[in-house]
Every structure is written in C-alpha cells, then in structure tokens.
C-alpha cells in the first residue's frame, strides 16, 4: 500500500527565515511525486511534479527535490503570502484505478511579518 | 491555469435533504475526481471517472453517486444528506501529461448537514 508521511505537521517561521518540508513516501514504483498549495477554504493549486531521484524544479521562492525514499520543498526568504498548507501526494506504476494520488496530510506554513 | 468550477462554494441544508453537487471543467479532460476532505485532513478520494459512462468508487466508502454524460461535466449527489456529510467536497480532473496525469482542483464546495 502506497503511503505518505509529511513533516512537520505545522512551521512557523520570521519571514525571510528559509527552511525545508520533508514529504517521506513509500510506493511499489514511483510514477510521480506532487506538491501542491492549498490556501484555507480552496482547492490544492499544482505546484510540481518530480519524476526520479536527483532531480529538482524551482518557483519562485520554492524548490522541490526528490530522493528515492523522500522529497524535500526548500522555501527560501519566504514571505507572509507563501503562507498555505502545502501537500505532497504520490502516484504510483501500479495504479490500476484512475491514475489515483495518495496523499499526505500535509504541513500547515505560517510565515510571520 | 485550471479552468474547473463548482457549484455551490456553501450550501447549509437540513438532514434528508436530496442535493447535487456540480463541477464543470472546459480543459478537454478525460480523468475527473471527488475528493473529501475535513478541515485540517487528508484528502480522501471518493469517485473517479475515466471519461463518458465511467464512474468508479475511490478508496474511501461514500454514499454518494455520480455520473458522466458529457466529457466536461461531473456531478455528485447525495439522496438523503446526514450531519455525517458536512465535508468539503473537491473536483478535480486531468489529462495525460509525459509519464503521468497531472490533477488540478476545483475551489470546492463547503457543505453543512443540521
């Protein structure tokens, strides 16, 4: 069974204070892993995809990279508005049904002022 | 960007009530999703579609049901609404993109059972 851990479950930060989310997944053959945005009351916006081990994509103030048991989301300098819960969900080879996502619950970022 | 739209955002209804929820898509997706998801929780998916007359049941059990009639148009209703539905309730669709299908997200629709 395909499963995703994410942490830390919440992070506060200062604005301008860089730090990382670790999204931890075990999968029978990674198809893809996902990071989205979701603002309170909104649906997850797409942030990346990642596909194999080594490899990274960046927006804006955001890179995302992925090892073959974790990936990684570096917020650098980040700002009151990168303020969000940020998910991370898998899809595996193996997913017969509709190409599902299994997702993680999530970590809630605050970024203060 | 996503163009998917549900309807309603809020909808507050009493217990038996019979209520559709609406998700439209005009991207030319084949794949769309229902998620559940309560404030604060993973996102559950509850139904899937692979394109025209497909509809499946997701991991979480639902008494919801769907249909797919048209390619752009995936509605999810619920007969009889209990206090237990109150969720929000998430549309999503995709297409295939490289090795995988990428899903974009409706806004939601926010349901209250009294």
């Known amino acids: 069974e395909d499963q995703v851990t994410q942490s830390p479950e919440a992070l506060r930060l200062q604005e301008g204070e860089s730090s990382s989310l670790n999204c931890s997944y075990t999968?029978?053959?990674?198809?893809?892993l996902f990071w989205y945005r979701q603002d309170p009351g909104k649906g997850p916006e797409f942030l990346f995809t990642?596909?194999?081990a080594g490899e990274e994509k960046e927006k804006e103030r955001l890179k995302a990279t992925l090892t073959k048991k974790e990936s990684f989301l570096h917020i650098t300098a980040p700002k009151p508005e990168d303020s969000a819960t940020y998910l991370c969900a898998v899809q595996a080879w193996n997913n017969n049904a509709g190409n599902m996502l299994t997702f993680g619950g999530g970590t809630r970022l605050m970024v203060k002022p | 960007e996503a163009d998917i739209y549900q309807t309603p955002r809020y909808l507050v209804i009493g217990t038996g009530k019979k209520i559709t929820l609406e998700c439209s898509q005009t991207m030319g997706h084949d794949k769309m999703y229902w998620y559940q998801q309560d404030p604060g929780m993973e996102l559950h998916l509850i139904h899937y579609?692979?394109?025209?007359?497909?509809?499946e049941k997701g991991d979480l059990s639902s008494e919801s049901t769907v249909s797919r009639i048209r390619t752009e148009h995936f509605p999810l209703t619920l007969e009889s609404a209990r206090p237990s539905h109150t969720s929000q309730y998430l549309c999503a669709s995709s297409r295939r993109q490289g090795y995988t299908d990428t899903q974009y997200f409706g806004p939601g629709t926010r349901l209250t059972v009294l």
């Open positions: 579609s692979y394109g025209v007359n497909s509809t």
């Open positions: 990642l596909y194999s």
């Open positions: 999968v029978s053959g990674l198809r893809g």
